[in-house]
């Protein structure tokens, strides 16, 4: 079977790639709001594994991860989720983020097998750059998940192509210097297109690029350059003050549309793959 | 590589070192299996640039002068090594003795450390200095030192700490550095560092993270090691000057370790010789470190070594206080500098070697031991010292006439006299 992320990247579409936090606001929220993703647009979903001490995320993601942890999304559930996630018809492919301490509490090898079991294609661990990775990759690759490393702005050439060499798939730009969720301030500033073309200069697989895009006109702007683009904070934003997963879906679905409904989806060739509210969102 | 220790200024001169059974860590970091680089990309080249600047500032005898000339003329070391003479006959074993590293400048050990990194930071030209702080003496010695290079300093503090340890609050402010409070979490020394971490990747050019413990990514372990190690050297150099042979027993409080990395790893070739064949029979030297146990091991507690689980914080594996589903715990201690639910790679890796032992004291003990220090020696120490002390009194109640006792006094308890006069009837 070929793998849900080779097909999707085959097919030459830019990912649009919302970043949910599991069972948040609220237990329950977490297969109503993927479903919901997926219905108005999303083509790859990144999917949080809480964790306690979250380095590379702003005080938004902090703050979600803290309420899915008591709403009882320790790494078991989430693999759980992924699991009812698939027999509720997502289809598109599931690409777990989260930090290794609650991995290794798991037990590495236990993980990346479960994990391919439940349906998860991919994983985005962000304090596990290469250096400590090589093993752990080796072990990915032999459970089919594809490992995505992270560009960082101050990522020299080599550096890049290095990343590039590992990651399966695709690489992870983070767009600016700092922790997720922080506004950098207009769509798109010199340095961080620099920056881009940089990456492309020195990429031979795709790229998508996250940390900070908040906007249709963010998404755009990057767009223009990398293979797609990541956008979390601010839908965690749009749907915190939901009481229920029935809201949580419908806060989500309302989120996504306002961004894709935009500049953003013209520059989507070919069209995205949309699924029952097709018509309504063209 | 150079070790650093052979190219020691005059202040300290050391016996010399033979061959080094004892090498870490590795090139890339490891202590074991502890230590590594677990950090997001950003952070990866500000890793490697630190590392490449401290292996050059290694070699570089000007570095080593510049750091012996300040802990001489403006941190005023060495610090003295003091017989405590009416805890001894009061307890009527051991000879005990305390270095006394309370008598430093800012009145703690961080500022050995602090002074190494300023110069580092100075070489490297960064003008924005950042730590993290949980009793605040690391705070209150960043502060000053950058205050002595007219460097900009904003320190992160945990919201309860800065409850707790105010006069460092006001001390920091005093000297210049913004305190920035952190309410996140534990709202103590974890999420400020975590804090300090995540204003690092948000500004990886133009800062300088100057980490207060031997914990972080590689290179900061051996890094902040390397400047406490003074501590171990002198105490190594006077002991046998006072009782012409080593101690039987030397004994740190750890939180992070600092205190008592710096302590012990001078020593570590001697353990290893004791340890041995060749010298089958010989009495052992021992390192005992002291971890929190805050409220008891079956309560609230910091003992990380002694209740942990192998983990990754912080940029590093090490011995993590941590649920089932790999969460960190929150920890807790009566002593803000102990109150940290992680401990340098380094203790990890000692103590799978067995080449430390490990044990803790409650809160309740410390506070005793503090103010039987306080009576019989005329010595405040901090609620940290104070854990190191208790297991020091059972030690050397246990111990003959003959044996002997170094405790390293790692700070002065000054900053807890609030937190003291909450417990202690006076």
């Known amino acids: 079977m070929p793998h849900r992320i080779a097909s999707l990247l085959a097919s030459n579409e830019k990912l649009?790639?919302?970043?949910?936090?599991?069972?948040?606001?609220?237990?329950?929220?977490?297969?109503?709001?993927?479903?919901?993703?997926?219905?108005?647009?999303?083509?790859?979903?990144?999917?949080?594994?809480?964790?306690?001490?979250?380095?590379?995320?702003?005080?938004?993601?902090?703050?979600?991860s803290q309420v899915a942890i008591k709403n009882g999304a320790s790494l078991s559930r989430?693999?759980?989720?992924?699991?009812?996630?698939?027999?509720?018809?997502?289809?598109?492919?599931?690409?777990?983020?989260?930090?290794?301490?609650?991995i290794l509490a798991y037990g590495a090898e236990k993980f990346l097998a479960e994990a391919a079991l439940s349906g998860a294609d991919g994983l985005i661990i962000p304090d596990l750059p290469p250096e400590e990775a090589l093993n752990f990759k080796a072990r990915a690759d032999h459970h089919r998940l594809s490992m995505i490393f992270l560009i960082s702005p101050v990522s020299d050439a080599a550096r890049i192509r290095f990343i590039d060499s590992l990651s399966t798939h695709f690489s992870y730009c983070i767009s600016t210097n700092g922790v997720t969720g922080r506004a950098t301030g207009g769509a798109m500033n010199e340095n961080q297109l620099a920056f881009l073309l940089r990456v492309r200069a020195n990429t031979q697989k795709k790229f998508v690029v996250g940390f900070g895009i908040r906007d249709a006109v963010q998404v755009k702007a990057?767009?223009?350059?990398?293979?797609?683009?990541?956008?979390?904070?601010?839908?965690?934003?749009?749907?915190?003050?939901?009481?229920s997963p029935e809201q949580t879906a419908s806060l989500a679905r309302a989120f996504w549309r306002n961004l894709m409904d935009s500049e953003a989806s013209a520059l989507i060739n070919p069209p995205l793959p949309i699924k029952p509210n097709a018509v309504k969102f063209a | 590589m150079i070790e650093s220790t052979s190219l020691l200024s005059s202040l300290n001169p050391i016996?010399?070192?033979?061959?080094?059974?004892?090498?870490?860590?590795?090139?890339?970091?490891?202590?074991?299996?502890?230590?590594?680089?677990?950090?997001?990309?950003?952070?990866?080249?500000n890793a490697a640039d630190l590392e490449a600047e401290y292996t050059a500032a290694k070699q570089d005898r000007v570095f080593w002068s510049d750091f012996y000339d300040l802990l001489k003329n403006y941190v005023g070391r060495p610090t003295p090594l003091t017989f405590a003479k009416r805890l001894t006959t009061e307890l009527g074993g051991a000879?005990?003795?305390?270095?006394?590293?309370?008598?430093?400048?800012?009145?703690?050990?961080?500022?050995?450390?602090?002074?190494?990194?300023?110069?580092?930071?100075?070489?490297?030209?960064?003008?924005?200095?950042?730590?993290?702080?949980?009793?605040?003496?690391?705070?209150?010695?960043?502060?000053?030192?950058?205050?002595?290079?007219?460097?900009?300093?904003?320190?992160?503090?945990?919201?309860?700490?800065?409850?707790?340890?105010?006069?460092?609050?006001?001390?920091?402010?005093?000297?210049?550095?913004?305190?920035?409070?952190?309410?996140?979490?534990?709202?103590t020394l974890k999420d400020a560092t975590s804090e300090a971490i995540r204003d690092w990747v948000t500004n990886p050019d133009d800062t300088f993270y100057i980490i207060g413990s031997v914990v972080g990514m590689h290179p900061y372990p051996m890094m902040v090691r390397d400047f406490q190690s003074v501590i171990g050297r002198e105490t190594r150099e006077q002991f046998l000057e006072a009782e012409g042979r080593l101690p039987d027993v030397i004994i740190a409080c750890v939180g992070g370790g600092s205190n008592a990395i710096g302590m012990f790893h001078p020593f570590l070739e001697d353990v290893l010789e004791h340890t041995s064949g060749e010298t089958r029979g010989e009495k052992k030297l021992r390192l005992i470190g002291v971890e929190a146990a805050g409220e008891g091991l079956d309560k609230r507690h910091a003992a990380t070594l002694t209740k942990g689980r192998p983990g990754v914080l912080h940029g590093a594996m090490m011995y993590l206080l941590q649920d089932a589903d790999g969460q960190i715990d929150l920890a807790h201690s009566i002593s803000a500098g102990l109150d940290y639910p992680g401990v340098g790679p380094e203790h990890s890796h000692l103590k799978d070697l067995g080449l430390v032992e490990y044990t803790s004291a409650?809160?309740?003990?410390?506070?005793?031991?503090?103010?039987?220090?306080?009576?019989?020696?005329?010595?405040?120490?901090a609620l940290e010292t104070a854990h190191a002390?208790?297991?020091?009194?059972?030690?050397?109640?246990?111990?003959?006439?003959?044996?002997?006792?170094?405790?390293?006094?790692?700070?002065?308890?000054?900053?807890?006299?609030?937190?003291?006069m909450e417990h202690i009837d006076l």
């Open chain 1, 78 to 102: 989430v693999l759980e989720l992924v699991r009812e996630a698939r027999a509720a018809g997502v289809g598109v492919p599931v690409v777990l983020m989260g930090y290794i301490n609650p």
């Open chain 2, 95 to 187: 000879k005990i003795y305390l270095k006394r590293e309370d008598l430093n400048h800012t009145g703690a050990h961080k500022i050995n450390n602090a002074i190494g990194q300023v110069l580092l930071a100075n070489r490297m030209g960064k003008r924005r200095i950042i730590a993290e702080t949980g009793a605040g003496q690391h705070g209150v010695a960043t502060a000053t030192v950058c205050a002595l290079f007219g460097l900009q300093c904003i320190v992160y503090m945990g919201e309860e700490d800065m409850a707790r340890q105010a006069p460092n609050v006001a001390r920091m402010k005093l000297l210049g550095a913004e305190v920035r409070p952190v309410g996140n979490g534990s709202r």
């Open chain 2, 389 to 420: 002390v208790h297991i020091a009194i059972q030690e050397a109640m246990r111990l003959q006439g003959s044996q002997t006792i170094v405790i390293n006094v790692s700070g002065r308890g000054d900053k807890d006299l609030a937190t003291i």
């Open chain 1, 222 to 243: 990057m767009l223009e350059t990398a293979d797609g683009a990541v956008v979390g904070s601010a839908l965690l934003e749009a749907i915190e003050a939901a009481t």
């Open chain 2, 362 to 381: 409650t809160d309740s003990e410390a506070l005793h031991a503090l103010k039987h220090l306080a009576r019989t020696e005329g010595i405040i120490c």
């Open chain 1, 16 to 64: 649009l790639v919302p970043y949910l936090t599991p069972e948040f606001p609220v237990a329950g929220a977490t297969v109503p709001a993927l479903l919901a993703l997926q219905e108005s647009g999303a083509n790859l979903i990144e999917l949080g594994m809480p964790h306690s001490d979250p380095l590379a995320d702003g005080t938004v993601i902090q703050a979600a």
């Open chain 2, 15 to 45: 016996s010399p070192v033979k061959t080094r059974a004892y090498a870490m860590p590795d090139a890339s970091g490891h202590f074991g299996i502890y230590g590594g680089k677990f950090v997001p990309e950003t952070l990866i080249k």
